[in-house]
Protein backbone atom coordinates (compact mmCIF):
# COMPACT_ATOMS: atom_id res chain seq x y z
CA UNK A 1 0.00 0.00 0.00
CA UNK A 2 0.95 3.43 -0.56
CA UNK A 3 -0.06 4.95 2.44
CA UNK A 4 0.61 8.99 1.53
CA UNK A 5 -1.49 8.06 -1.65
CA UNK A 6 -4.39 6.15 0.53
CA UNK A 7 -4.06 9.57 2.66
CA UNK A 8 -4.79 11.82 -0.12
CA UNK A 9 -7.47 9.48 -1.27
CA UNK A 10 -9.32 10.07 1.88
CA UNK A 11 -8.56 13.53 2.71
CA UNK A 12 -9.69 14.64 -0.82
CA UNK A 13 -12.88 12.68 -0.62
CA UNK A 14 -13.67 14.83 2.77
CA UNK A 15 -12.52 18.15 1.55
CA UNK A 16 -15.02 17.28 -1.87
CA UNK A 17 -18.03 15.88 0.40
CA UNK A 18 -17.38 12.55 -1.21
CA UNK A 19 -18.76 9.81 0.88
CA UNK A 20 -18.96 7.42 -1.87
CA UNK A 21 -15.24 7.96 -2.00
CA UNK A 22 -14.48 7.29 1.24
CA UNK A 23 -16.98 3.96 1.28
CA UNK A 24 -14.58 2.79 -1.70
CA UNK A 25 -11.57 3.51 0.90
CA UNK A 26 -12.80 1.76 3.30
CA UNK A 27 -13.69 -1.59 0.59
CA UNK A 28 -10.05 -1.05 -0.50
CA UNK A 29 -8.44 -1.03 3.33
CA UNK A 30 -10.29 -4.16 4.43
CA UNK A 31 -7.95 -6.51 6.69
CA UNK A 32 -5.98 -8.97 4.83
CA UNK A 33 -4.67 -12.42 6.44
CA UNK A 34 -1.04 -13.56 6.23
CA UNK A 35 -1.40 -16.30 3.00
CA UNK A 36 -0.97 -19.50 4.77
CA UNK A 37 -1.97 -18.44 8.25
CA UNK A 38 -5.61 -18.53 8.69
CA UNK A 39 -6.61 -15.80 11.46
CA UNK A 40 -2.83 -14.27 11.37
CA UNK A 41 -2.53 -10.36 10.57
CA UNK A 42 -0.54 -8.52 7.61
CA UNK A 43 2.63 -7.05 8.77
CA UNK A 44 0.54 -3.72 8.12
CA UNK A 45 -2.51 -4.75 9.91
CA UNK A 46 -1.76 -1.58 12.67
CA UNK A 47 -1.47 0.89 9.86
CA UNK A 48 -4.80 -0.45 7.84
CA UNK A 49 -6.57 -0.17 10.89
CA UNK A 50 -5.40 3.79 11.62
CA UNK A 51 -6.07 4.45 7.84
CA UNK A 52 -9.49 2.98 8.19
CA UNK A 53 -10.63 4.84 11.56
CA UNK A 54 -9.33 7.95 9.69
CA UNK A 55 -11.75 7.34 6.43
CA UNK A 56 -14.71 6.35 9.25
CA UNK A 57 -14.02 9.57 11.01
CA UNK A 58 -13.82 11.47 7.52
CA UNK A 59 -17.15 9.67 6.62
CA UNK A 60 -18.63 10.41 10.20
CA UNK A 61 -18.10 14.28 9.44
CA UNK A 62 -19.58 13.91 6.23
CA UNK A 63 -22.92 12.68 7.10
CA UNK A 64 -23.39 14.40 11.04
CA UNK A 65 -26.19 16.65 9.16
CA UNK A 66 -27.60 14.09 7.05
CA UNK A 67 -27.88 10.41 7.92
CA UNK A 68 -27.05 10.94 12.16
CA UNK A 69 -27.54 7.21 12.78
CA UNK A 70 -24.77 6.30 10.17
CA UNK A 71 -22.64 9.14 11.33
CA UNK A 72 -22.44 7.66 14.94
CA UNK A 73 -22.16 4.20 13.60
CA UNK A 74 -18.92 5.72 11.11
CA UNK A 75 -17.73 7.21 14.47
CA UNK A 76 -17.92 3.77 16.44
CA UNK A 77 -16.16 2.04 14.10
CA UNK A 78 -13.49 4.66 13.75
CA UNK A 79 -12.59 4.17 17.29
CA UNK A 80 -13.11 -0.06 17.36
CA UNK A 81 -10.28 0.49 14.34
CA UNK A 82 -8.10 2.22 16.61
CA UNK A 83 -8.14 -0.20 19.47
CA UNK A 84 -6.92 -2.63 16.41
CA UNK A 85 -4.53 0.00 15.68
CA UNK A 86 -2.80 0.26 19.05
CA UNK A 87 -3.23 -3.58 19.71
CA UNK A 88 -1.01 -4.19 16.65
CA UNK A 89 2.06 -2.13 17.98
CA UNK A 90 5.06 -3.96 19.25
CA UNK A 91 4.42 -4.90 23.12
CA UNK A 92 6.91 -3.44 25.64
CA UNK A 93 8.47 -5.25 28.23
CA UNK A 94 8.02 -4.52 31.59
CA UNK A 95 11.14 -1.80 32.59
CA UNK A 96 11.44 -0.81 29.19
CA UNK A 97 10.48 2.35 27.38
CA UNK A 98 8.35 2.24 24.01
CA UNK A 99 10.69 3.27 20.86
CA UNK A 100 10.13 6.66 19.31
CA UNK A 101 8.57 4.96 16.38
CA UNK A 102 6.00 3.62 18.96
CA UNK A 103 5.16 6.73 20.68
CA UNK A 104 4.11 8.39 17.35
CA UNK A 105 2.15 5.54 16.66
CA UNK A 106 0.25 5.30 19.85
CA UNK A 107 -0.05 9.40 20.37
CA UNK A 108 -0.93 9.35 16.29
CA UNK A 109 -4.03 6.57 17.34
CA UNK A 110 -5.22 8.25 20.24
CA UNK A 111 -5.43 11.76 19.06
CA UNK A 112 -7.19 10.04 15.69
CA UNK A 113 -9.61 8.15 18.75
CA UNK A 114 -10.32 11.99 20.19
CA UNK A 115 -11.21 12.87 16.69
CA UNK A 116 -13.69 10.24 16.27
CA UNK A 117 -15.43 11.38 19.52
CA UNK A 118 -15.58 14.86 17.90
CA UNK A 119 -16.70 13.51 14.96
CA UNK A 120 -20.03 16.20 13.32
CA UNK A 121 -19.82 18.00 16.26
CA UNK A 122 -16.54 20.16 16.21
CA UNK A 123 -15.80 22.65 19.37
CA UNK A 124 -18.65 21.12 21.33
CA UNK A 125 -18.06 20.46 24.82
CA UNK A 126 -20.35 16.87 25.13
CA UNK A 127 -17.17 14.63 23.05
CA UNK A 128 -14.92 14.59 26.12
CA UNK A 129 -11.11 14.42 26.22
CA UNK A 130 -11.28 11.17 24.73
CA UNK A 131 -7.22 9.88 25.34
CA UNK A 132 -5.55 13.25 24.14
CA UNK A 133 -4.11 13.86 27.44
CA UNK A 134 -2.05 10.65 26.92
CA UNK A 135 -0.97 11.68 23.49
CA UNK A 136 0.24 14.95 24.51
CA UNK A 137 2.60 13.22 26.88
CA UNK A 138 3.69 10.72 24.28
CA UNK A 139 4.13 13.71 21.52
CA UNK A 140 3.74 17.30 22.65
CA UNK A 141 5.68 18.72 19.69
CA UNK A 142 2.89 16.69 17.02
CA UNK A 143 0.98 19.69 15.45
CA UNK A 144 -1.99 17.11 15.35
CA UNK A 145 -2.07 16.13 18.72
CA UNK A 146 -1.68 20.13 19.36
CA UNK A 147 -4.40 21.20 17.45
CA UNK A 148 -7.17 18.22 19.06
CA UNK A 149 -6.05 19.66 22.45
CA UNK A 150 -6.89 23.00 21.79
CA UNK A 151 -10.36 21.62 20.20
CA UNK A 152 -11.16 19.86 23.51
CA UNK A 153 -10.01 22.72 25.67
CA UNK A 154 -11.92 25.24 23.42
CA UNK A 155 -14.86 22.77 23.69
CA UNK A 156 -14.67 22.64 27.64
CA UNK A 157 -14.09 26.34 27.90
CA UNK A 158 -18.13 26.67 27.81
CA UNK A 159 -18.67 30.61 28.23
CA UNK A 160 -15.58 31.45 30.40
CA UNK A 161 -13.58 33.81 28.41
CA UNK A 162 -10.15 33.08 29.40
CA UNK A 163 -10.24 29.89 28.83
CA UNK A 164 -11.70 30.08 25.35
CA UNK A 165 -8.76 32.57 24.41
CA UNK A 166 -6.51 30.29 25.97
CA UNK A 167 -7.60 27.77 23.50
CA UNK A 168 -7.58 29.69 20.73
CA UNK A 169 -4.21 30.84 21.75
CA UNK A 170 -3.23 26.36 21.34
CA UNK A 171 -5.36 26.62 18.03
CA UNK A 172 -3.01 29.47 16.58
CA UNK A 173 0.19 27.53 17.97
CA UNK A 174 -0.90 24.33 16.17
CA UNK A 175 -1.11 26.31 12.86
CA UNK A 176 2.33 27.10 13.25
CA UNK A 177 3.19 24.17 14.09
CA UNK A 178 1.77 22.68 11.25
CA UNK A 179 3.49 24.97 8.98
CA UNK A 180 6.95 24.47 10.00
CA UNK A 181 5.51 20.68 9.60
CA UNK A 182 4.54 21.31 5.79
CA UNK A 183 8.03 22.95 5.40
CA UNK A 184 10.01 20.04 6.29
CA UNK A 185 10.07 16.46 5.14
CA UNK A 186 6.49 14.51 3.82
CA UNK A 187 5.27 12.58 6.46
CA UNK A 188 2.49 9.59 6.89
CA UNK A 189 0.01 10.79 8.32
CA UNK A 190 0.26 14.60 7.60
CA UNK A 191 -3.69 15.48 8.04
CA UNK A 192 -4.64 18.25 9.80
CA UNK A 193 -3.10 21.53 8.44
CA UNK A 194 -5.98 22.77 6.66
CA UNK A 195 -8.66 21.84 9.09
CA UNK A 196 -6.72 23.51 11.88
CA UNK A 197 -6.93 27.26 10.19
CA UNK A 198 -11.00 25.95 9.36
CA UNK A 199 -10.88 25.29 12.97
CA UNK A 200 -9.35 28.21 14.53
CA UNK A 201 -11.74 30.55 11.69
CA UNK A 202 -14.99 29.05 13.31
CA UNK A 203 -13.21 29.78 16.68
CA UNK A 204 -12.37 33.34 16.21
CA UNK A 205 -15.87 33.74 13.99
CA UNK A 206 -17.49 32.12 17.58
CA UNK A 207 -15.38 35.26 19.10
CA UNK A 208 -16.30 37.94 16.92
CA UNK A 209 -13.25 38.16 15.41
CA UNK A 210 -14.54 38.25 11.95
CA UNK A 211 -11.55 40.14 10.13
CA UNK A 212 -9.35 36.94 11.96
CA UNK A 213 -11.58 34.39 11.16
CA UNK A 214 -11.88 35.31 7.56
CA UNK A 215 -7.64 35.16 7.86
CA UNK A 216 -7.53 31.67 8.78
CA UNK A 217 -10.23 30.29 6.67
CA UNK A 218 -8.42 32.06 3.30
CA UNK A 219 -5.82 30.33 4.78
CA UNK A 220 -7.38 26.77 4.99
CA UNK A 221 -8.32 27.82 1.17
CA UNK A 222 -4.64 28.18 0.22
CA UNK A 223 -3.97 24.88 1.43
CA UNK A 224 -6.84 22.65 0.29
CA UNK A 225 -8.71 24.50 -2.39
CA UNK A 226 -11.61 22.24 -2.76
CA UNK A 227 -12.14 22.17 1.30
CA UNK A 228 -16.10 22.55 1.23
CA UNK A 229 -16.31 23.27 5.10
CA UNK A 230 -14.15 26.37 5.23
CA UNK A 231 -15.55 27.40 1.78
CA UNK A 232 -19.21 27.16 3.54
CA UNK A 233 -17.52 29.27 6.68
CA UNK A 234 -16.29 31.54 4.62
CA UNK A 235 -20.13 31.98 3.40
CA UNK A 236 -21.37 32.59 6.80
CA UNK A 237 -18.77 34.86 7.43
CA UNK A 238 -18.75 37.33 4.28
CA UNK A 239 -22.71 37.38 3.75
Given amino acids: MDWADIEGRIQYAYYTNDARALDGVLTSLKPKAV????????????TR?????????????LLAGTQKSRSRAAA???????????????????????TDAGRRTRAEAYTLSTACALAGRELMSDAGSGRIEEAVKLEPKNPRVR????????????????????????MRTATQMF???????????????????????RALYEQRDVVAAREALER????????????????????
Fill in 35 to 46: EGEEGAASADAG
Fill in 49 to 61: AYFRALAHYRLAQ
Fill in 76 to 98: DDCDDEIDLAVEALPKVPLGLDE
Fill in 147 to 170: LFEAVVAFGDAGKDQFARNAAVTK
Fill in 179 to 201: EAARAGASTTPEWGAAEAYALLG
Fill in 220 to 239: ALLIAPDYQYAKKLMAQITK
